[in-house]
C-alpha cells in the first residue's frame, strides 16, 4: 500500500475559486512529519508547509491553510482565491524518523490548474 | 546565500552508457539526499550522504552508487543506463541533525533522457 496518496490527479479550477488538496498518508510510528511542497513546471521543489504530529493545530498562512487529522490521517492543503501562478503539481511528502527512515516519501502529486 | 546546485541542467545518454551528475549542496548543509522524478510520478528516494558515507538507501540496484566530498558536494553515478532510468533527478540538501523534521532544499534537477 502507498504511504501517501493523493487521489486527485488534476484539478482545474477559475482563478480566485478556493481549492482543497487531499492527502492520506500511512504510518506505524508516532512521531512523524508531514510537508506540502510545490512543484512549478522549472522542476524545483519548494517548501510550502510543515506539520508534526503531535500538534494537531490548524493554521492559515497567507492564502495557504492545512487541515491535519490524524483520527483519519489525512494532511490536507488549501489555497484560497486562488491565482494563475498557483499552478504547479503539488506534493505531500512524509518523514518517519522513529522508523529509521528520516527521508521523504512523496505522493504522486495532484495537478492545478488555474485559469483566468 | 547560494541554494542547492545541480548540474548538468539537461543530459542525453543511450543504453549502456555511464553518467554522472553533481550537486552542491545550500551553504550550511552536510547532508545530500538525491531522489529520482519519473514523469507523471512523485520523487522517489535513492540514498542519502552525510560525512562522505552512505547513510540510507532506497529501493535502487548497485547501478545506482554515489559519493560524497569532503566540501558536502555529492556525484551520483549511474551504470548501464537503461530506457527507464530517464528522469528527472532531484538533490536535496539538510543540517544532518534536522534531516527528519526540517524541509529538504530541493535544486532544479538534472534531466537525463536516455535513447
Known amino acids: 500500500a502507498q504511504k501517501v496518496t493523493q487521489a486527485q490527479t488534476e484539478i482545474s479550477v477559475v482563478e480566485k475559486e478556493d481549492v482543497t488538496l487531499d492527502c492520506v498518508y500511512e504510518t506505524r510510528d508516532t512521531t512523524y512529519y508531514l510537508f506540502w511542497y510545490k512543484q512549478p513546471p522549472s522542476g524545483e521543489l519548494v517548501f510550502l508547509i510543515r506539520r508534526n504530529s503531535f500538534d494537531e493545530q490548524n493554521e492559515i498562512s497567507g492564502r495557504y491553510s492545512w487541515n491535519f487529522q490524524k483520527s483519519t490521517s489525512s494532511f490536507n492543503f488549501t489555497i484560497t482565491a486562488s491565482q494563475v501562478v498557483d499552478s504547479a503539481v503539488y506534493f505531500c511528502a512524509l518523514s518517519e524518523p522513529l522508523s529509521g527512515y528520516s527521508t521523504l516519501t512523496f505522493g504522486k502529486g495532484t495537478m492545478l490548474l488555474v485559469s483566468p | ?115
Open chain 2, 1 to 115: 546565500d547560494a541554494g542547492v546546485t545541480q548540474s548538468p541542467t539537461h543530459l542525453i545518454k543511450t543504453r549502456g552508457q555511464q553518467v554522472t551528475l553533481r550537486c552542491s549542496p545550500k551553504s550550511g548543509h552536510d547532508t545530500v539526499s538525491w531522489y529520482q522524478q519519473a514523469l507523471g510520478q512523485g520523487p522517489q528516494f535513492i540514498f542519502q550522504y552525510y560525512e562522505e558515507e552512505e547513510r540510507q538507501r532506497g529501493n535502487f540496484p548497485d547501478r545506482f552508487s554515489g559519493h560524497q566530498f569532503p566540501n558536502y558536494s555529492s556525484e551520483l553515478n549511474v551504470n548501464a543506463l537503461l530506457l527507464g532510468d530517464s528522469a528527472l533527478y532531484l538533490c536535496a540538501s539538510s543540517l544532518w541533525e534536522d534531516r527528519s523534521n526540517q524541509p529538504q532544499h530541493f535544486g532544479d534537477g538534472t534531466r537525463l533522457s536516455i535513447l
